[in-house]
């Protein structure tokens, strides 16, 4: 079964593409050169059209929507020569705020999560450190019970909205047990003493998007910052991966689809030795392989998101998602720039720009590697 867009979904759809077309294709050379998109500034616009909180609860400034908007979001945010600020309205919407959402108190979901879902804050997820990355069980940040709160101390590095973030959903240890126990999820607000911004990072991609090393110097947050339950942080954290990799899978469907059309194009109008590109018979077969596997993986996606519309779960699916949007963004980034020859590999050509995002979707999120091994062990092949 796959899924049936409605009038409202196309509706959605031409809203969320009209907004990327008018306010952020006409940056995306400023914010590049910048190392930044104003989040605060776009934030709120995307708020008050509803972007920021498609399927969480009304009460707290969400829409009640279901996920199937989530997936055109997704892959019309990814619709434009930048893929950052896609990247960056993930974390957003569904990498720092699932957990508050789901597990949140009603209190700190009214503090933190509503004006998330308005734009008046900025949200980024704080787990990876210089120690612990894709082994999220490593990570040594620590918040210590002290009365009604707790200390924190570690560092925090490649944090996505870290800059400009107003909060914080940090994974951190609340207790001595070593491995997957004793760690919770903290909102930690970044105006705290003791937080600083140490180093604002600079990347291969993803430029107009802000990454940062963070540094907490016993930072005091309120005991009823944490998410959930006390010891429960890394169950919590696990399921908020599994919506971080599926908005990036969804991102991937609208680039890859984006990119494919336009070198499709740029082949028609392109002539060389006396006809078009595209009459070139190996060009006309790549491409042609590549919008298979592309048609495959998008219907594969909209699969898994129908799958988790009904309320299955879709952990393997979206395992699967994730490793394959990496693997097709890289290949497809790659010949989309070959095809376009030396002009493609000039800075002013989106395919420049696109081979260097593209990169980033088989490391984020869960590597290509860590994607592999939760294969292997679904399946029954890890012999662990």
Known sequence: MTLQWTPEHELFRRTVR?????????????????????????FKQMGALGFLGLEYDPAFGGQGADHS???????????????????????????????LAQFGSPELKQRYLAPACRGEM????????????????????RAVRDGDEYVITGTKLYITNGVQADWLCLLARTSDE????????????TDRPGFSVSRKLSKLGMRASDTAELVLDEVRVPAANVIGVEGRGFQQQMAQFQNERMIGAYNAVGAVRDALARTRAYLQERRA???PLAANQYLQFRLAELSARFSMFEAYCHSCAEDSLRGQ????????CKLEAG??????????????????????????RFFRDARLWSIGGGADEVMLRTLARTDGFATE
């Open 122 to 141: 900025v949200a980024s997820i704080a787990v990876t450190e210089p120690d612990a990355g894709s082994d999220v069980a490593a990570i040594r940040t």
């Open 178 to 189: 070593g491995g997957y126990q004793g760690m919770s999820q903290l909102v930690v607000p």
């Open 313 to 320: 779960d879709t952990t393997r699916q979206t395992t699967i």
């Open 327 to 352: 693997r097709l963004l890289r290949e497809v980034a790659d010949w989309c720039l070959q095809f376009h020859g030396g002009i493609g590999y000039m800075e002013e050509t989106w395919t420049a």
């Open 273 to 275: 030795f006396g006809q």
């Open 18 to 42: 009209e907004f990327v077309a008018s306010e952020v294709a006409p940056h995306t050379e400023e914010w590049e050169a910048a190392g930044a998109f104003p989040a605060h500034e776009l």
């Open 69 to 99: 908007y989530t997936v055109i979001l997704g892959e019309e945010m990814a619709r434009v020569d930048t893929m950052a600020v896609a990247m960056a309205t993930g974390v957003q919407t569904d990498m720092a705020t699932p957990s």
